[in-house]
């Protein structure tokens, strides 16, 4: 238990700018009721119908709290960090707040700045949070200080802070939400099932969707898991790319083959495939070696997302020493689409070693998609160039494919010889016609 609630601490941390603004508003905030918020009351009139049904996000995102499959079970208000019992310190009133708020716009020393920042939230309570975010709002609202503020104030004041942030100018919306999601997930996203009948165009879960993603990433990412598979089971758009935010929380907190085993334990094909792609760059960027053996050992579907995603990689860093590895490998396609973006990425950084190495590839389908990546690249600088080696390519598919890329960029550099050369490509109607311009 405690190993969980440590675990769960870390996340929470880690899904701020700073530890230690924290720190010091978890031992020094006092919390006390508002009971003059409309904001707050509307908030409870959302919650207090208990006889009706809960939603389906809410009962399969509770549901896993109960799984001990799951990776941690979900934090509650007892165990949650953001919930600790605070000391009793004094609240600071509006004379203190505007000095101190003074002090630390006009400060020019980040650390003398954050630290008087600090002193604002020892002092801060659910009625004076509005006089603080007056002054916390005089700095840019992408620092730490303002995001950092907003996150706490979202966990201490719930729908109160949140709806505040559909009316000011800044933005301020989203982590706020996050921190109260962070702080008491059941409570808010109970509040965001019924969200709708606010009728208001800022509050909407499309809008606040992710933040929900983040919040519950920080506490649980099983958690956070269920419910985008629950908005990819809706046709939600966006479920890949939240699903990658929590990939990205879960690198924070486990090293690669935890990492891996959790992402190739998701249900949804999709789904997996992307959290899949999130989790490889950290470790393949820190020690590409490491993850290639990782990747080799994999057996499920999503051995070939890793290979293509730890080959691309490691390019970036090695490029010789990627191809040199997905060569070795039994041809796939996640070997051939590995090789395709490392040539690429070669052709960035030495087209001629690269061109070198094509050369002495014996014919393969692995080959052609090699050509195709050194093509797309050299396309930039020497379209002409390109154009010859796409031509080299034996597959008709990928030499069409690799033929247009080269051509769009030859048709931006040069129009004119573009369209001669086109006249006498040999390529289809339908390719040609995506290589000119929409008109």
């Known amino acids: 238990m405690s190993n ?11 899904a701020l700018y700073s530890i230690l603004p924290i720190t010091t508003f978890f031992i020094g905030i006092k919390l006390q009721p508002n009971q003059n918020s409309q904001a707050l009351n509307e ?22 709290s109960q799984d001990e499959s799951k990776l941690s ?11 600790l019992e605070p000391l009793d310190k004094p609240s600071l009133d509006s004379s203190e707040i505007k000095s101190i708020g003074q002090s630390m716009v006009s400060e020019l020393n980040p650390l003398k700045r954050r630290e008087i920042f600090n002193s604002l939230l020892e002092g801060m309570t659910l009625e004076n949070a509005q006089e603080i975010r007056e002054q916390i709002k005089k700095l840019n609202q992408y620092s730490s200080e303002f995001r950092d503020f907003h996150f706490i104030w979202g966990s201490m004041a719930g729908a109160e802070a949140v709806i505040n942030g559909t009316k000011t100018s800044e933005r301020d919306l989203d982590i706020t939400m996050t921190g109260w999601v962070s702080s008491k997930p059941d409570e808010a996203i109970a509040w965001f099932d019924k969200i709708d009948t606010l009728n208001d165009k800022r509050l909407s879960k499309n809008v606040l969707k992710r933040s929900v993603v ?6 649980d990412p099983n958690r956070a898991a269920d419910f985008v598979s629950i908005l990819a089971q809706s046709g939600d758009k966006d479920a890949n790319k939240l699903i ?43 020690d590409p070696e490491s993850a290639s053996k990782w990747a080799e050992s994999l057996q499920s579907d999503m051995a070939s997302t890793a290979i293509n995603k730890v080959g691309e990689i490691w390019s970036n860093k090695d490029p010789a020493a ?21 040539l690429s990425n070669w052709a960035r950084r030495d087209p001629k070693s690269a ?45 069409e494919g690799a033929l247009r890329d080269a051509g769009r960029a030859y048709y931006k550099r040069d129009k004119t010889g573009a369209l001669q050369w086109l006249e006498t490509s040999g390529l289809p109607p339908k390719t040609i016609n995506e290589i000119l311009p929409k008109k």
């Open 244 to 286: 990658k935010n929590v990939g990205y929380k879960v690198t924070q907190i486990m090293d690669l083959e935890k990492a891996g085993a959790w992402a190739d334990g998701l249900t949804n094909k999709n789904l997996r495939k992307s959290a899949m792609e999130s989790i490889v760059p950290k470790f393949a960027y820190s």
């Open 214 to 219: 983040d919040g519950l990433s920080n506490i």
């Open 4 to 14: 969980t609630f440590s675990m769960k601490r870390k996340i929470i941390h880690l």
């Open 322 to 342: 990627s191809v040199k590895w997905l060569e070795s490998l039994p041809e796939s396609k996640g070997t051939n689409s590995g090789i395709e973006n490392a």
């Open 73 to 83: 079970k979900a934090t509650t208000d007892q165990t949650n960090p953001l919930s």
């Open 43 to 64: 908030s409870k009139k959302l919650e207090a119908d208990k006889s009706s049904p809960k939603s389906e996000i809410s009962h399969l995102t509770n549901k896993a």
């Open 355 to 399: 061109s070198d190495h094509l050369v002495g590839m014996p014919d393969s389908m692995q080959k052609d998609r090699a050509i195709k990546g050194f093509a797309s690249r050299v396309a930039y600088e020497d379209p002409q160039s390109a154009l010859v080696w796409a031509n080299t390519i034996q597959d008709e598919k990928i030499r």
